[in-house]
């Protein structure tokens, strides 16, 4: 695994809470006080098209080259993309290249998902995903497409990705994806997944998120702390994340009599950390200043 540079202190920001408009437009400014925050990355939910009236989830994508309607347009993501540049931020993006909606114009070829039996097109195994479709990984064509989304988003300036769910696909095809992206790239990318015992075995990635260590964060603070002194430099430590930021909660109220004493450890570390925006909705927060007055 190549290590990331340390450390890296991250936001994640979700464009249509990050502001009272929820759209890219006025997050334009976001950019160079979040750089003034401390953090020199972002880490950006998925803001591509979605069917509103089939699902509310940013992970069902209807159109992975166009930005969702009510956020703005493409040119506005490569707009804001830029600003960050400007601020000193790289931008990752959360690419959910595991599944589409069924509404996804892909889904027009039922030979790019999996099926069952009947010729039905079939939900994630073994989630509860009821809402999105699986793309089929060995189908060359569903891959090339796949490898060109991201040709798309990194011509525009996006300096990696989290792969969402990239458990549920083929290690040669995300190593194809990760080495074709370099290529064009010219630049070294932040290529991310998810889980400490995942990711040991898969060098093609620079980082994880440590989910394992969330966990541990939950019920024993104290060994999450020697986890968090241990563990080695690839891991992104984190104590809220996007269920929190779209459940409208603040992590105080996760965490209460917690999560001060959790982050400023984290703050004081060399590893690589990864902040919430739900943190902002907080007005004794530190980056309550983000608040629009």
Same mark, same amino acid.
């Given at each position: 695994?190549?290590?990331?540079?340390?450390?890296?202190?991250?936001?994640?920001?979700?464009?249509?809470?990050?502001?009272?408009?929820?759209?890219?437009?006025?997050?334009?400014?976001?950019?160079?006080?979040?750089?003034?925050?401390?953090?020199?990355?972002?880490?950006?939910?998925?803001?591509?098209?979605?069917?509103?009236?089939?699902?509310?989830?940013?992970?069902?994508?209807?159109?992975?080259?166009?930005?969702?309607?009510?956020?703005?347009?493409? =040119?506005?993501? %490569?707009?804001?993309?830029?600003?960050?540049? $400007?601020?000193?931020?790289? !931008?990752? &993006? #959360?690419?959910?290249?595991?599944?589409?909606?069924?509404?996804?114009?892909?889904?027009?070829?039922?030979?790019?998902?999996?099926?069952? =039996?009947?010729? %039905?097109?079939?939900?994630?195994?073994?989630? $509860?995903?009821?809402?999105? !479709?699986? &793309? #089929?990984?060995?189908?060359?064509?569903?891959?090339?497409?796949?490898?060109?989304?991201?040709?798309?988003?990194?011509?525009?300036?996006? =300096?990696?990705? %989290?792969?969402?769910?990239?458990?549920?696909?083929?290690?040669?095809?995300?190593?194809?994806?990760?080495?074709?992206?370099?290529?064009?790239?010219?630049?070294?990318?932040?290529?991310?997944?998810?889980?400490?015992?995942?990711?040991?075995?898969?060098?093609?990635?620079?980082?994880?998120?440590?989910?394992?260590?969330?966990?541990?964060?939950?019920?024993?603070?104290?060994?999450?702390?020697?986890?968090?002194?241990?563990?080695?430099?690839?891991?992104?430590?984190?104590?809220?994340?996007?269920?929190?930021?779209?459940?409208?909660?603040?992590?105080?109220?996760?965490?209460?009599?917690?999560?001060?004493?959790?982050?400023?450890?984290?703050?004081?570390?060399?590893?690589?950390?990864?902040?919430?925006?739900?943190?902002?909705?907080?007005?004794?927060?530190?980056?309550?200043?983000?608040?629009?007055?």
């Amino acid at each position: 695994m190549q290590h990331m540079k340390s450390p890296l202190r991250i936001l994640e920001i979700s464009i249509p809470h990050a502001t009272h408009e929820g759209t890219i437009h006025a997050a334009m400014g976001l950019p160079r006080q979040i750089a003034a925050g401390g953090f020199n990355a972002v880490f950006v939910l998925p803001w591509m098209k979605v069917n509103r009236a089939l699902s509310l989830s940013p992970y069902a994508c209807t159109d992975y080259l166009d930005v969702n309607d009510t956020l703005g347009t493409v =040119d506005d993501a %490569r707009q804001w993309i830029n600003q960050c540049h $400007s601020a000193g931020l790289r !931008v990752v &993006l #959360d690419m959910p290249l595991n599944h589409t909606s069924p509404a996804h114009k892909w889904a027009n070829n039922k030979t790019w998902y999996c099926r069952d =039996d009947t010729g %039905r097109v079939i939900t994630p195994k073994a989630t $509860s995903w009821y809402d999105v !479709v699986q &793309l #089929d990984h060995t189908n060359s064509a569903a891959v090339q497409e796949c490898a060109e989304v991201l040709r798309f988003w990194v011509n525009l300036g996006a =300096d990696g990705f %989290r792969f969402d769910a990239a458990s549920f696909i083929p290690d040669a095809v995300l190593k194809d994806w990760m080495s074709f992206i370099q290529r064009i790239a010219r630049r070294d990318l932040l290529l991310w997944c998810d889980g400490e015992e995942y990711a040991q075995s898969r060098p093609f990635f620079n980082g994880y998120l440590n989910h394992e260590a969330f966990k541990l964060a939950k019920s024993n603070p104290e060994g999450w702390e020697e986890r968090v002194r241990k563990t080695s430099n690839d891991a992104i430590f984190y104590l809220t994340n996007h269920d929190t930021l779209h459940a409208g909660n603040c992590p105080n109220d996760e965490w209460p009599g917690v999560y001060q004493r959790m982050r400023s450890k984290l703050e004081c570390s060399e590893q690589h950390v990864m902040q919430s925006w739900s943190e902002w909705k907080d007005p004794a927060s530190r980056y309550s200043f983000m608040l629009e007055k």
